[in-house]
Structures are given as structure tokens and as C-alpha cells.
């Protein structure tokens, strides 16, 4: 099947209010009215920050969490409009994806903290003296946490598209922008979504750390939970940390209502299967705006250019038109196979030379860099280092996808289940891992435990959840008939497991396996060096290294250490997810 969007158009008389828009209204102009009050706040003066420091007094909570969550969601937006661009490019080209992959793969490994020092002098001088321009550093270091496996997301549905349903878009000929709005970008929607929830609670780890603008001497602070969290743990103010983590939870569960729900609910139209049955999931705030007359009268224009925008270039002339193009494209797709068709080796040839070359002078720049503050013994205690956090990497990835795989299948499976375990999941996965430092400074001091092994679980906390959310996805977007069919049949216990269940969902957990990956290599940089007042534990790792050299404001080493970590991501990456990734496009798509 091709999702095919159609207009409604909506009378005048279908216009009038009803009981339902009534009580939409308050609701609408309430979050507008939110929104038009964080706006004016993030465009105040620079000096009127410096001015109004962070207070740990409750009740402006409610104003630091606006501020918070506008970052985020602009954050979110600008990690959508990337992940569209990115990762379809990277999909749809082959010499893309050969520079795009492993950039995404550098990217993802890169801490998060290395984005804040490059980006904010430029965007305080893209914005002289307006907080703008420190909410856009913010935004852009949120960013970072966010839009990487979404991209991946999209990424690996784009190229798991079933081959029955392309050949159909094919045979309607269809253009590659009509193709994408009417058939990809609705497949890959379910596991996007998720994916965005998980973003956007992996996004509260480090608002923490991009509310702290510093350039040079000066540190400029800007309200939000984030920064009210950092001076609680700073004043150890253990009350105004309960008070932090209770607005997290209440925002959360806003957004989990008023966003991700109702993405959710809509989004399982798009799943792929020819019966129905499955319990389908439900959002009350879709469901009242559905019955409203005067907002769907409102939007109903907007609705039309969408639709005239998916359908931009096409011309269909009536089934003879159709077939024709059928036809040509049969015939077109049985001469390319027959003729074996030879790719264009000079191009191929020189965007590898263009390529190589790039790749030669990013490695000298940074070679000659390193050369200027560290030696051979240190390139080789990086590598020694690097091989303990891969270690630890690989053990805690295989522990949690152990737990969450089937945990993850289990909840996917039931959409009641999954409405309940939402918000719950949501709130763990947002839920700042480095309050748990001090608990495990003081654990492992109190009993004499080994830090190399019992800081290790410190770095999947929030990573971890990537796996979870992406199962959820791929369980979720399961075809019912498939699941008709295993029962038809009587597969049942291991060999369902084996056969039916993990086959299908195993392109999602892939998804989930490397972002998941990339995250514990981020996170190793805070886990490996912990410290509650006075006393610091480091475990012998990367993550570690790169940590101390930072410490110690030693430049070349941090540049080694962060290169090693790129090196050893891409290799990892190469010799295992991506020939899993092959694999899933090969066998384990759905046709």
C-alpha cells in the first residue's frame, strides 16, 4: 500500500463552534500565551541575565521550566529539519552516505561540552548584546544530544522501505519528492516519534551543562531548570534538587500529553499491514481537536497546501497513463539488470580522490596539533585507554539489550501497556545521571569497591533507553497480519522469538544499539572521572583521559583523546554495525 493523502474541504456552515472547540480554546490560547512569554524572555537584554542570578526559591520554577522546555522544543525542531535533510541524503545517495555515515558516526562521539566552546563566541557575536544569542548556544549544545539518532532512525527506515510497496510508487510513477511524502516519511514516522521522545529526554542531561555559557573569564548563567539544578548540587541543597527533579517529572509529563501522545496515536495509521484487530493507541487531546469544528475549519487550508505540496509535479492522466508507466518502468528495471549496469568510474574515482584528499588534510591538521604537546608514550596509553572504555562499551550494550530487547517487544506489542509505561520511560531516561555520582563516589569509597568496574554502569543510565525506545518502535510497528500468521501456524515460545519477533524488530534495534553506543563513548568523559566534594574517583578509560586533559586545560591531548575516541567509534561501527545494518536491508525487511 502507498499512503495517499487526500483534502477534506470543510463548509462554512461545518465552521460554527462547538462544545468541543469551547473547551479546546483555553487550552490553545493558554500554550500560545506560554510561548509568546519565554519568546520575550530569551530575546531580553545580555545584561539582564548577569543582573537576576539563578535563586533556588520554588516558586519560579514554573518560569525556569518554560525556559527550559522553549530550548528544547527549538532544539527539537531544528534536530527534525536536519534529520529530514541528512539522513535522506545519506539514504538515497551511495558517495553521500560514504562521507555522511561516518561524519554521523564522528559526530555522535564528539562530547557534547566540545560543541559549547567552538559555537558560543559566534553566536554571542552573531547577537551582540541580546540573550539570543546565548539561548542559541544553548539550543545548538541541546542539539547535539538530540539529533543524532534520529537521524540514524530515518536513516535505517528509508532503507528497510518494504520493495513491494516501492514498486507500486514506481509504478504509479511517481516523482522522488512524491515518493518520500506519500510512502518513506510515513514508514519511517512510528520509529521517528519514539525516537524524538528519546531525544528529548536524553536533551535534559545536558540542558545541566548548556545553561552554563562561559567565554573566557565570564560565565553567563541563563535561568532554567538546568542551571537551578547545577547551583542545588553547587550549594548542596539537597531540597531544591527534589524540587528540580519534580518539575522535570511535571514537564515531562506535559509534553508526554500534549506532544508525544498524540504523535503516537496518530502516527499508527502509518503502519504497515493488510488486517486490522490491533488495539490501536489513543490520545485524548487528538481526539477532542478531531471533533472540534472550528479549529479543523481553521487549519483546513493549511492542510490542503500540505497535501498540494506532497503532490507537487505529479500528473495523473487516468489508468492508461498509469499503466504505461508500469510498464516502461518494468521494462526500464529488466534492461538495467540484463545489461549489468557499469557504475561511472570516474566519478566514483574522483569523489574519492576528493574524499582521500579531505580526509589527508583534516589528519594532518590534527596530527600536527597533537605533535605539538604530546608524544608517542601518549598516543599509546590513548589507544591502551580507548581498548578499556571499548570494553566496557561492548559489555554494558550486550547487558542492556539482555534486559531491554524483550522488555522493549513486550510493551510494543500492547499500546494500553505502552501509554502506561510512556511517561515513565520518559522520565528514567530524562533523569540527570550525574545526581547518582555522588551515591557511587560514596558507595565505592565505603566499600573499597574497584572503580574501573563499578563506575562502568554510570555510562549507560542514559543511554541505555535508546535501545528500549527503539524495540518499542519496531515492536509497535509490526504487521498485525505477520503476527496473524505466526499464530495460524502455532509458532510459538523460542521459535516465535526467533523466527518472527527479533527478525522484525531487529533493524529498530540496531538504531537504538548505535546511538546507544555513541552515547556510553560520550558519556565515559563524565563517568570515568566522578567527584563529590572533595573526594574524585577516575577509572582507568578514554573517557577518563580526555576528562584529566581537560582538567589540566591541555589541548593537544584532549584533541588526542577525542581523535582516538572518533577512530575507535568508526571501527566499531564499521566492523559491526554496519554489516548488521546490511544484513537487516537484505533479509530482514518486510518484502
Known sequence: MVWIHTSVSVKATDAAPNRWDVVALPLVIGLLALVAIGGREMTAPLDSVAATPVDLNPGLLPDYALRSTLRMLAAMVASLLF?????????????????????????????????????????????????LG???????????????????????????????????????????????????????????????????????????????????????????????????????????????VLAMLLVILAYDQLLFRPLVAWAAKFRVELTGGREA??????????????????????????????????SLTGVRDAGRHLYANRLATTLMHGMKQIPNRTVDGAWYAVLAVAGLWCGWTMVAF????????????????????????????????????????????????????????????????????????????????????????????????YILFNVIAGAAAFPNDLKEAAANFHIRGWQWWRDVMLPGVFPYYIT???????????????AEAVRWGDTSLTAHGLGGYIAQATAEGDYPRIVLGIAVMAMLVILFNRLLWRPLYAFAERRLRLA
Request: proline fraction near 5%; glycine fraction near 8%.
Open 83 to 131: 534529520t529530514l535533510v541528512y539522513a535522506t541524503l545519506a539514504a538515497k545517495s551511495r558517495r553521500a552516505a560514504m562521507l555522511l555515515i561516518p561524519v554521523l558516526d564522528v559526530l555522535q562521539s564528539v562530547p557534547v561540552l566540545g560543541y559549547i566552546s567552538f559555537t558560543v563566541v559566534f553566536f554571542l557575536a552573531l547577537f551582540p548584546g541580546s540573550t
Open 134 to 244: 546565548a539561548e542559541c548556544a544553548a539550543i545548538f549544545a541541546i542539539f547535539t544530544s538530540q539529533a543524532w539518532n534520529m537521524a540514524f532512525s530515518v536513516y535505517q527506515s528509508l532503507r528497510t522501505v518494504p520493495r513491494d510497496l516501492g514498486e507500486v510508487a514506481q509504478g504509479f510513477g511517481f516523482s522522488g519528492w512524491q515518493r518520500f511524502w506519500t510512502l518513506e516519511a510515513p514508514y519511517a514516522l512510528p520509529g521517528l516519534v519514539w525516537n524524538m521522545m528519546m531525544s528529548m529526554s536524553g536533551g535534559w542531561f545536558f540542558v545541566v551543562a548548556s545553561e552554563a555559557i562561559t567565554v573566557g573569564d565570564r560565565t553567563i548563567t541563563l535561568p532554567g531548570v538546568g542551571s537551578y539544578l547545577a547551583e542545588a548540587i553547587a550549594q548542596q541543597r539537597l531540597d531544591a534538587v527534589g524540587w528540580a
Open 281 to 314: 493507541p489513543e490520545s485524548w487531546l487528538l481526539d477532542l481537536f478531531q471533533r472540534t469544528r472550528f479549529f479543523r475549519a481553521l487549519f483546513a487550508p493549511l492542510g490542503r497546501l500540505l497535501d498540494r505540496a506532497c503532490w507537487w509535479r505529479l
Open 370 to 465: 597533537i605533535a605539538s604537546g604530546a608524544g608517542w608514550d601518549d598516543v599509546g596509553t590513548a589507544f591502551l585507554l580507548g581498548g578499556a572504555t571499548l570494553l566496557r562499551v561492548v559489555a554494558l550494550i550486550v547487558t542492556a539489550s539482555l534486559i531491554w530487547v524483550p522488555l522493549g517487544v513486550i510493551i510494543g506489542l500492547r499500546p494500553r501497556l505502552a501509554e502506561a509505561v510512556q511517561p515513565a520511560a520518559q522520565f528514567l531516561a530524562a533523569f540527570p545521571a550525574n545526581l547518582l555520582f555522588p551515591v557511587a563516589v560514596v558507595g565505592i569509597v565505603r566499600f573499597d569497591l574497584d572503580p574501573d568496574l563499578w563506575l562502568s554502569p554510570l555510562m549507560i543510565l542514559g543511554t541505555q533507553w
Open 512 to 526: 537504538g544499539a548505535v546511538t546507544a553506543s555513541g552515547g556510553s563513548w560520550n558519556a565515559s568523559i563524565v
